[in-house]
């Protein structure tokens, strides 16, 4: 069984690319317009601060702080985990020969974003170099702590790496760094709805993870949260209505002039916030008992096609299973020109998967949803065979 008919999905498609740009279900793109249909219905009442808009971006906080488990003042809405990445990083203060650590498995735009900050304040960039296959926590942390210098001021990792697909283990590494007195920032772009995120267990200094991909709400969706520590002294990317707000208090929900952290990112310039406020609906359809058990068959399926496919090719996935996200594993394959490879899948197949060139390596990033079936599988594994053995 699988839920196709519940997504918008080409059904000539096999779409085993869940984790690029996420798919939205109907009943969850139904809410996004019904929300864009009320803010056109009545632009001022919607938008105005005061009367609809503060409101109902406090209600999305709320379902979304449950969700995550954080405080809903230490949270805000950004459109990608990028955007509220770039605050963070951009809102720090550097000094020359200040050193970033981070993995060799980060997202491209972000280590631009770090390249871009290097430039500017001479830091330096250290990349630690990651064990493979990733077997035990300790050996992981040592990867990084043996990096660790007097000069080092900030830890960047991906919860969830893009390339490689591996759930670092970063719960004691962010205490260990901590404890070193360097500020930890998580890249949780793939970590929503994903894994049971629990950014209070965490504890971690920055966390900005995506609500379009795992929790499948729609395109624009996604949040930046600041420990309590820190979340003062952020600046907004944009200047806009939102920054030093005076308090006007209201007895109405929302921030309005009573958090500086909250104004700079909800109040930033006109804008369409129906994908944010779709949310609560992405909540209340991951939530659902009957999409919870399927996705743990899923991710058991996936897992055993993985495993088999690198028997295939003899090549060694990238962790032990706890340390491969439930539902997107790259599976190495005989090395190719990617993109070319890509093309060819979708051309000739029809596949629409990601092949991602890592270190001189390549690979297949299998996403596996509540839309996927063991069919897709079969056929990718047909593809693969054809035109690799
Ligand atoms: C690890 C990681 N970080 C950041 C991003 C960027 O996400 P977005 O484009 O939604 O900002 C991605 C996108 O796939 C990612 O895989």
């Not at 043996?146 to 697909?165: M, N, Y």
Request: glycine residues 4%; aromatic residues 12%.
């Amino acid at each position: 069984m699988n839920l196709k008919n519940q997504f918008l999905l080409d059904n000539k498609v096999t779409f085993l690319n869940h984790g690029s740009f996420g798919a939205c279900p109907k009943v969850i793109f139904n809410e996004y317009q019904s929300w864009q249909k009320k803010l056109e219905n009545q632009p001022v009442k919607f938008l105005d601060q005061f009367r609809d808009f503060g409101p109902n971006m406090t209600n999305v906080r709320e379902a979304l702080s449950k969700k995550i488990n954080c405080n809903v003042n230490n949270l805000v809405p950004v459109v990608n985990a990028t955007t509220g990445l770039n605050a963070i990083i951009k809102s720090l203060h550097f000094k020359k020969g200040d050193e970033v650590i981070m993995s060799n498995h980060e997202y491209g735009a972000l280590e631009k974003t770090w390249q871009f900050i290097k430039t500017k304040y001479k830091i330096k960039i250290t990349i630690a170099k990651v064990s493979l296959p990733i077997t035990s926590e300790e050996k992981f942390i040592k990867d990084f702590e043996k990096k660790f210098s007097s000069k080092t001021k900030i830890l960047f990792l991906s919860h969830i790496t893009s390339p490689t697909a591996l759930l670092f283990p970063i719960k004691k590494l962010v205490k260990i760094a901590k404890q070193h007195k360097i500020i930890t920032i998580i890249d949780g772009a793939h970590a929503p709805g994903h894994i049971d995120l629990n950014l209070k267990n965490l504890n971690a200094d920055f966390y900005s993870g995506n609500c379009h991909k795992w929790m499948m709400s729609p395109k624009g969706a996604a949040f930046m949260w600041s420990s309590s520590k820190y979340k003062n002294h952020l600046d907004p990317l944009i200047v806009s209505h939102g920054w030093n707000k005076k308090n006007n208090s209201t007895n109405q929900k929302g921030a309005l002039g009573n958090s500086r952290f909250i104004d700079m990112f909800e109040y930033n310039g006109t804008k369409d916030p129906a994908a944010w406020l779709s949310v609560p609906a992405s909540i209340k359809f991951i939530n659902d008992k009957k999409n919870t058990k399927l996705l743990m068959t899923q991710s058991k399926v996936l897992y055993d096609f993985a495993l088999k496919l690198s028997k295939t090719f003899r090549m060694p996935l990238l962790g032990d299973r706890k340390f491969l996200p439930p539902l997107m594993i790259s599976v190495p394959i005989p090395k190719v020109k990617e993109i070319e490879f890509q093309r060819k899948l979708y051309q000739n197949y029809k596949i629409e998967i990601p092949i991602i060139p890592w270190e001189n390596k390549s690979f297949a990033r299998i996403s596996y949803q509540l839309y996927n079936s063991f069919k897709d599988l079969k056929k990718l594994e047909y593809a693969l065979k054809k035109l690799l053995i």
